[in-house]
Structure formats: structure tokens, C-alpha cells
């Protein structure tokens, strides 16, 4: 009875690793599902905020349309009418609406 115990006490010591590979496995799911399509997003996102020319037209994220007329490093001029410009911080520009068909 004692040799029985030993054997099992020695088995379940020995795969300590087998006990962890569930939630392995839920991290790198987790990983290549969520949190790297979501950096790859960020990344795209900043590019194209860092890229932003005078004349671009943009949406942001209160739902404004516009012309870039002034590029900043921290913020651009919107043009939304004519005569009518507006200050917004580059954080704020979601969308770039140039090549954008208008609504019918």
C-alpha cells in the first residue's frame, strides 16, 4: 500500500509542466487573437496620424469632417466650412475620407 502511494506522489511531482499547459495555452490564444491584431491596429493608427499632409481629408472621432489646413506636432487645423477652422489634437483623427466615394 505504501509503494502505491510513493508511486503516485512520484508521478504527479513529475509533470508539474502538464498541470501549467492549459493556461499556457489560454495566453498564447490570447496573445494571437486579442492583444496582437489590437498593437497592429496602434501601429497603423499612429503611422497614419504621423503622416498627415495639409489638403488630407479627414474624420474624427466626434464624427467631424474636414480639411487639414495646418499640420502641428501635437495638433491639426480643420477646415469643416468655408471660412470656419477648427484646432483638434491629432489623437482625435480616426479616418482618412480622401479616397471616400460622397453619399448619394
Known amino acids: ?18 498541470s501549467f499547459l492549459p493556461i499556457i495555452l489560454i495566453f498564447v490564444v490570447f496573445y494571437f487573437f486579442m492583444i496582437r491584431p489590437q498593437m497592429k491596429r496602434q501601429k497603423e493608427l499612429r503611422n497614419f496620424r504621423d503622416s498627415l499632409q495639409k489638403g488630407d481629408k479627414v ?20 477646415e469643416v466650412a468655408h471660412e470656419v477652422k477648427i484646432k483638434v489634437d491629432k489623437a482625435a483623427i480616426i479616418k482618412d475620407m480622401t479616397d471616400a466615394q460622397p453619399a448619394k
Open 59 to 78: 474624420v474624427t472621432t466626434g464624427g467631424l469632417y474636414g480639411k487639414i489646413t495646418e499640420v502641428a506636432d501635437y495638433y491639426v487645423m480643420l
Open 1 to 18: 500500500m505504501n509503494v502505491l502511494l510513493a508511486l503516485q506522489a512520484g508521478a504527479e511531482q513529475a509533470n508539474p509542466i502538464m
